[in-house]
């Protein structure tokens, strides 16, 4: 749409992106766009934050021989860090999105200055300007559902329409436990737009045939909360949802932690009233210093109410972790820090379990005299060898049990309490051999068994991740902050073997 407004004003034009363009198809998509209006470069301000599409258009550009800048990593300066902030904020549902199973959730409210949504009788019609509740259907414009509880429809009976004339109409979501609703409400009217009533199982069977015969679909939970419910909306699609319930709601989806920006309009005006209902209830704090504090708080006069906006939680950062970066890009120099894509590997049943030390690929290593020794795994192994050539029947007797014990797990829960229980019985260098070690057995798997070489060759140009999050050694740990050595490891032995010749040398290994 932009360069077709452009028109021939985006030949040889800088396009600046706030973020990537998606993965999209044909021949209207944005990559395609901007090449065919002869753009020459593009400033973007993020990457996509989902995995799969993330830095696919900018190679794509850059294909093509357009000039593409990425903030924070072509482009910074104290400047640019503004402005790269200011795309994140805008994009933030995408990016909650990438990294949590819920939809972004906005909770919006107007209140009186004395902190009152409605007065004690309840009448709340109306307590902000005409020109705040324009900014709210603009809110509900580019939501993809609004959220009211059992009270609010009882009470005000909403139509929660967005009302700018065309476009884009929210689904409406009603949540209600005892579904002791008004048989007539505006939302039960679905000519234009749909409504979802959320419920308890089993909650007034007739009241939902009712609903039903409306065509407002009914969705039952085990157990109604606000994390699940959203976590349910999350798998239909659901990007962005406005809370727009009373305090009641509001107070459980904070504490059940699905809320993620608050938008507060408040009124220059005072109701009062001892049992006037303010915008959240009870979350439990009994002090001061337990207040949520929002982040990014703007401020913004609308007619005559005061705006206050900010985020309850920080912004997930979704930039992949490679941990040991430096020592990562020096393995594998196919491998760039902001291109290069991550494969996490953990447990043997992963997609890339095979690549763990616990997979169940028996080996076959040569020992001290060269005779062939079968190993269950290389778990077992490399278990085994921290008590070799240690001059003592117990170090014999213990590799002789890790040797026989029947599974990888097994063989570490046996090395792993002896190197503590018995530490005398470890090889004095075994620090110093024990990448070798793996490494060695890593070369044999890997070698003997094709469709485990040819997985890890397919990974080429991608960094290699042993998800652990307790492991900090052999593991990436929880948040990048580990070594990775296996990863890395593996990493080096596929450089290896795509460094190989056609004619291959003889291994030191045998196939089982």
């Known amino acids: ?121 309840g009448h709340a019609a109306w307590i902000s300007s005409k020109m705040s509740r324009n ?77 039903a015969s409306k065509g407002v679909e009914v969705v039952e939970f085990d157990i109604l909360n606000p994390r699940d419910v959203m976590e349910y909306f999350h798998d239909r699609g659901y990007l962005s949802i406005l809370w727009e319930c009373g305090g009641t709601l509001a107070a459980s989806a904070i504490s059940a932690g699905v809320i993620h920006k608050v938008f507060a309009f408040v009124a220059p005006k005072i109701i009062g009233g001892k049992n006037a209902p303010s915008p ?53 120099p196919t491998v760039t820090p902001h291109e290069s894509s991550i494969i996490f590997f953990y447990k043997a049943w992963d997609p890339f379990g095979a690549f763990s030390n616990f997979s169940p690929h028996p080996i076959q290593m040569p020992d001290k005299n060269g005779d062939y020794v079968t190993w269950l795994s290389v778990e077992h192994y490399y278990q085994a060898h921290k008590f070799s050539e240690v001059d003592d029947p117990l170090a014999r007797d213990l590799v002789k049990n890790i040797k026989s014990a029947k599974s990888p797990e097994e063989a570490a829960r046996i090395g ?16 110093t051999v024990k990448i070798d070690v793996m490494y060695r057995a890593l070369k044999c798997k890997f070698s003997v068994y094709p469709h ?26 929880r948040d990048g902050e580990g070594l990775n050595y296996l990863g890395r490891l593996l990493m080096q032995l596929r450089s290896e073997f795509l460094g190989e010749s056609s004619t291959s040398s003889e291994s030191s290994c045998l196939a089982v």
Not at 98 to 108: E, G, M, Y
Request: charge should be negative; proline fraction near 5%.
């Open 1 to 121: 749409m932009a360069v077709e407004a452009a028109g021939p004003g985006s030949r040889f034009a800088t396009a600046y992106l706030n973020m990537e363009p998606g993965d999209c198809h044909g021949d209207h998509s944005a990559v395609s766009a901007l090449v065919q209006a002869g753009i020459s470069r593009v400033v973007v301000g993020m990457r996509h934050p989902l995995q799969h599409l993330r830095g696919n258009s900018i190679r794509a550009l850059r294909s093509q021989g357009v000039q593409v800048d990425v903030l924070g990593e072509d482009l910074k300066s104290k400047t640019l860090e503004e402005a790269q902030k200011s795309c994140l904020l805008v994009n933030a549902p995408i990016i909650c999105r990438a990294a949590s199973q819920v939809p972004f959730s906005v909770l919006k409210y107007a209140m009186t200055l004395d902190g009152k949504i409605a007065a004690s009788s």
């Open 416 to 431: 792993r309490s002896m190197q503590r229980q018995q530490c005398h019985l470890v090889r004095s260098d075994w620090d």
């Open 452 to 477: 485990l070489n040819s997985m890890l060759l397919s990974t080429a140009g991608s960094v290699l991740v042993e998800a652990s999050p307790h492991d900090l050694f052999w593991g990436g740990g």
């Open 135 to 211: 900014r709210v259907f603009e809110l509900r414009g580019r939501s993809d559902a609004i959220i009211v509880g059992g009270n609010t429809v009882r009470k005000d009976n909403p139509k929660l329409t967005a009302r700018h004339g065309g476009g884009h109409m929210p689904v409406r979501i009603v949540m209600t436990q005892t579904l002791n609703l008004p048989v007539e409400a505006n939302l039960w009217d679905v000519s234009d737009v749909s409504t979802i009533v959320v419920t308890q199982r089993g909650a007034q069977r007739s009241f939902q045939k009712l609903l």
């Open 280 to 332: 959240v209830a009870e979350l439990g704090m009994v002090e001061m210093s337990q207040a949520l504090d929002l982040l990014d708080v703007c401020y913004e006069q609308v007619g005559p109410d005061m705006l206050i906006s900010g985020f309850l939680q920080p912004l997930p950062d979704v930039t992949p972790v490679i941990p040991s970066v430096d020592e990562t890009f020096a393995i594998d």
